[in-house]
């Protein structure tokens, strides 16, 4: 009572404080032939409001008198429930033309136009509806929120106190239970028979009062639903009336267990909403045989939360997003707008921001060309332009990732021009890594016309630094998936989906032409739900949902798509299971694999319009892979094709080539040991080359450096590494303080700056 009283008293106050001035309202609802004011003996009449003017002699009785016949005046509007209406659908809907609210409010006849315009000239008399006159449109004041308020609470209030049913819903309000509305959904969102709508309610409606219960909530009466369409073997419809979310317990537990979330608050917001996302997906967004193949472990989605909202990958032209000036129309209105650069203190400032806003629009990578042209003009003053480079670049990540690796936003550097300008561009980059306890920035060393030997010393640096840097002769992304040639704007790649291709081999019985089927049949559908994909990012990027990629129309218009499939376990396949050595024949049909994984993708790009591409690269679906195929077959059979040698006739140390006895091969992993006395023709150099090449969509080849290695060794194998593979990936495992964030290549056991033992 207290809070009735309360908003009464509000409502008081505003109209006191409110205009009194008569409304024109001729000029205040857009005129309509029809719109002709009816008999309308079977409303209120409310007086005029003339005698309501409250002047600077008016006694403060009259005041009252005022106000009193004002409040009156308002709870008569509120009678009508279709005032209400009205007041509830501008409330929840924004600003709408006279059409749109007439349309919306159920008064779609000729023959009520006219009583629609009579319960809208009642709230614009009121003040609870305001006019713009320059749109066009109409509105919901501050007060008719006021009093929308009010009644919801009165509303609630008598319910609750008649004794009847009532059910809170999902739209933070109470209403009294109608069964009328679990027909209206059953028919909207399940798409059931009205009769068919009618027994299930019936029936639910018999359990409600049998159960006599006086407090409902609207997912309780979904779950009542649901019973009873399984009871009745309606299955396909419980599947779309199904709810997705997390139950009350594990809400609790990451409320309180939070080791596993990164990001403070944010973080954990972003989990429960990935969690949501990916439920949809697997239960209502993908084929059903697809969403089985992922659960069963034929093949894996990465960020399933994240796979119908955002690209993986992005390919786009930092220099025409920045001379352009940052533009993102009605979106983002707390982030600064930036119409031109014209200074490097505005390039600074907009490359920070470029790199903040650009990462959240794609879930793991982001490549952006052309720095160097975007910087040449301001290379009289080198030193200056280190300095804000590295301020852009420790200022950019300090905005909220989607998971726990977030996304990496790369900068490809081409050799052989502008000198000067790409060594700046690696000096600020290493006191950035040096800076930064995970990079969350990379490099991309395009090498293909310039000289590696000219900044392999730096680059070596870099690395022992945990920098991120992939050495290509294209444009390739982190990963190692390369960039369509000849694109000049914007590319995207739909990828996070990789194939368990032990599994296949597991279930073909050693025949090699039938595993190469199993694959084939396996690809095509898996293709069609990811156009299904490009359909759902296409459209949330037409809509602005992604401001950066929208923000000009020729984006869209100009860019590449590319769907990815990624191919996880092929050694293990087709050496430890299918039973091939690692010979020429045993090589072949590695090949042959890949080929037919490429013709497949061709064949369907072709028939979807898309262009479709095979990768071999990192995927973190190989654990799971191996896992779910440790459960199925046997832990020990597995364990035997993950650990056993590429060349059975051989032993490890002997093998250039590094085998993981934790994961399925993702892509190529070169032992540093042996590279050294490698060449460009050397078995193990042939066999990735020729791998690189037969695949359409790239390779990642990964060198793997131990810890403590000397930036001199680092920096012969980038330069080896360059004249004899045409892309690779250094990776270095670097020692970091968990808790202060120092980070040295030779940390062990304890901090030297805190002493914690805490190391990562």
């Known amino acids: 009572m207290i809070r009735l009283q309360t908003l009464i008293t509000s409502i008081f106050l505003l109209v006191i404080l409110g205009s009194s001035k008569k409304l024109d309202l001729e000029t205040e609802i857009e005129p309509e032939s029809d719109t002709i004011l009816d008999d309308m003996g079977d409303l209120d009449d409310v007086d005029d409001l003339d005698d309501l003017s409250l002047d600077e002699e008016s006694s403060g009785n009259q005041v009252l008198q005022s106000t009193s016949k004002r409040v009156r005046m308002i709870f008569s509007v509120m009678a009508s429930p279709n005032r209400i209406d009205i007041l509830r659908i501008l409330n929840s809907k924004g600003p709408l033309t006279y059409s749109e609210l007439k349309s919306l409010a159920g008064f779609k006849s000729k023959k009520e136009s006219g009583k629609f315009a009579y319960h809208l000239r009642k709230l614009l008399r009121q003040s609870l509806v305001a006019l713009n006159k320059s749109e066009r449109r109409y509105t919901i004041t501050n007060l008719g929120k006021l009093v929308l308020s ?127 996302f990916a439920e949809h997906l697997l239960t209502s967004t993908l084929p059903k045989d697809i969403a089985d193949a992922h659960l069963s472990g034929d093949l894996h989605i990465t960020n399933l939360g994240l796979w119908s ?179 000049t704007s914007t590319a ?21 032409t039938y595993f190469r089927a199993r694959l084939a049949l396996l690809m095509k559908p898996a293709l069609d739900s990811m156009a299904l994909r490009n359909k759902s990012v296409s459209n949330l990027i037409r809509l602005a949902v992604n401001p950066i990629l929208a923000a000009n129309t020729q984006y869209m218009e100009r860019a590449t798509v590319s769907l990815v499939i990624n191919l996880v376990g092929l050694h293990n396949a087709v050496y430890g299971i299918l039973g091939f050595k690692n010979n020429k024949e045993g090589q072949e049909i590695l090949y042959k694999v890949i080929e037919t994984a490429v013709n497949i993708a061709s064949k369907k790009g072709k028939e979807l319009g898309i262009n479709v591409i095979v990768t071999m690269t990192e995927s973190d679906g190989s654990e799971r892979f191996i896992s779910l195929d440790g459960e199925k077959y046997g832990k020990n059979k597995v364990q035997e094709i993950t650990s056993g040698l590429l060349n059975p006739d051989s032993t490890q140390e002997h093998t250039s080539l590094a085998i993981s006895t934790e994961t399925y091969s993702q892509g190529i992993v070169l032992n540093i040991g042996k590279i050294s006395g490698l060449t460009g023709k050397s078995a193990e150099i042939t066999e990735c080359n020729k791998i690189g090449k037969t695949l359409n969509g790239g390779l990642l080849t990964r060198i793997t450096i131990p810890k403590g290695t000397k930036t001199s060794e680092i920096k012969k194998v980038i330069e080896k590494g360059a004249n004899i593979t045409s892309s690779f990936k250094p990776v270095m495992q670097v020692s970091i303080c968990g808790n202060c964030g120092f980070k040295d290549e030779k940390l062990d056991d304890k901090c030297p700056t805190c002493k914690s033992t805490y190391i990562i």
């Open 150 to 276: 009010l009644a919801r609470q009165i509303e609630e209030r008598s319910i609750i106190e008649s004794g009847k049913m009532y059910v809170r819903t999902s739209h933070d309000s109470i209403e009294e239970f109608n069964s009328q509305k679990i027909i209206q959904s059953l028919v909207r969102e399940g798409s059931l028979p009205l009769e068919l709508a009618q027994k299930i309610t019936e029936e639910v409606e018999n359990r409600i009062y049998k159960y006599q219960t006086a407090y409902l909530t609207g997912s309780l009466i979904r779950e009542l639903v649901n019973s009873v369409l399984l009871e009745h073997g309606h299955e396909e419809y419980r599947h779309k009336l199904a709810r997705v979310g997390l139950p009350t317990f594990e809400v609790q537990e990451m409320i309180t267990n939070t080791e596993n979330v990164d990001n403070g608050i944010e973080g954990l917001l972003f989990k429960t909403g990935q969690i949501v």
């Open 492 to 512: 995207l790649h739909l990828g996070s989906l990789s194939i368990n291709l032990p599994r296949l081999a597991f279930e073909s019985n050693k025949d090699e």
């Open 309 to 487: 909202i955002l690209p993986d990958a992005v390919f786009i032209n930092v220099k025409t997003l920045i001379e352009d000036g940052i533009d993102l129309k009605g979106k983002s209105l707390g982030v600064c707008r930036i119409p031109s650069v014209k200074t490097l203190d505005h390039l600074s400032s907009a490359l920070s921001m470029i790199i903040a806003l650009i990462s959240k629009e794609a879930s793991q990578e982001v490549v952006m060309d052309d720095l160097i042209p975007l910087l040449s003009k301001y290379s009289k003053n080198l030193p200056e332009l280190e300095r804000k480079l590295v301020d852009s670049f420790t200022t950019s990540f300090t905005s909220i990732g989607y998971n726990k690796t977030s996304t990496v936003v790369s900068f490809r550097i081409p050799l052989g021009t502008e000198q000067k300008i790409v060594k700046t561009i690696l000096s600020a980059y290493k006191t950035y890594a040096k800076l930064t306890p995970i990079p969350k920035i990379g490099l991309v060393i395009d090498y293909e016309k310039g000289r590696i030997t000219d900044v392999s010393e730096i680059l070596s640096e870099i690395i022992t630094l945990g920098g991120k840097v992939v050495f290509a002769k294209h444009n390739i992304s982190q990963k190692g998936i390369i960039c369509p040639k000849n694109t």
